[in-house]
């Protein structure tokens, strides 16, 4: 059933330089800024704002006509309600009440990297066998692909989530302005901020939860 009311979402924003701004595209993003730097503060509310995000981006890469971008929207949502159940679920969490973070093992990389890589390989020939899903069926696959790991690492609060994003943005960049989405590339470029904000954070976070503890002194004559 169609929205009318809703049909403006896939209307021009504004223009500049050139390039035409929709409405979906940009407010879709502007809620992804949101949740990564929800993500950032390990607040479980980065999920909902992920969810909503792709809600909204799917009307924008389906009026761009891009079918993996559609996609990798739809599993977005997937995922998000996927972390959010596993962020409520309070089995890792710090003693600030936020979520536990920390690197993955070698292992958890190692099967992080090998599914990324084969999930890619499948997507890839996928949109090259089926070039209606994709115009540049690669860069998507590898989008797509490196989101959800991406997301995959954040519900289980490891830092290497951030590594995740950083990669998908070296691609994501180009991938949106030639795309005709304009500010999904802008908001690309923001993301590389949060990110390596975000990563920084982490990073000290999970260094001082894996170090040893030091025992406090014992003062003679104070009590037991």
Avoid at 6 to 20: I, M
Avoid at 195 to 216: F, H, I, N
Wanted: a neutral charge.
């Amino acid at each position: 059933m169609n929205a009318p009311h809703l049909d403006w979402l896939n209307g021009e924003a504004f223009a500049a330089f050139g390039q035409h701004i929709m409405w979906s595209d940009m407010i879709g993003n502007s809620i992804g800024l949101v949740a990564l730097a929800l993500g950032w503060r390990r607040s479980v509310w980065t999920w909902p704002a992920q969810f909503l995000s792709g809600l909204i981006l799917v009307g924008a890469y389906a009026s761009a006509q891009l079918s993996g971008g559609v996609g990798k929207q739809l599993l977005v949502i997937a995922v998000a309600l996927w972390g959010w159940h596993q962020w409520t679920r309070g089995t890792r969490k710090a003693q600030d009440g936020s979520i536990a973070v920390r690197f993955a093992t070698w292992k958890e990389r190692g099967l992080l990297l090998g599914a990324t890589a084969v999930g890619t390989l499948a997507v890839g020939a996928l949109f090259t066998a089926v070039p209606d899903l994709s115009w540049n069926p690669w860069p998507d696959a590898y989008i797509f692909v490196g989101t959800l790991a991406a997301m995959v690492a954040q519900a289980r609060g490891l830092v290497e989530f951030w590594f995740a994003w950083l990669l998908v943005d070296i691609v994501g960049v180009p991938l949106a302005f030639s795309s005709g989405l304009a500010f999904s590339g802008l908001v690309y470029v923001v993301y590389l901020a949060l990110v390596l904000w975000g990563l920084r954070d982490w990073w000290q976070r999970s260094r001082a939860a894996a170090a040893p503890q030091q025992p406090q002194p014992v003062i003679e004559g104070a009590p037991a």
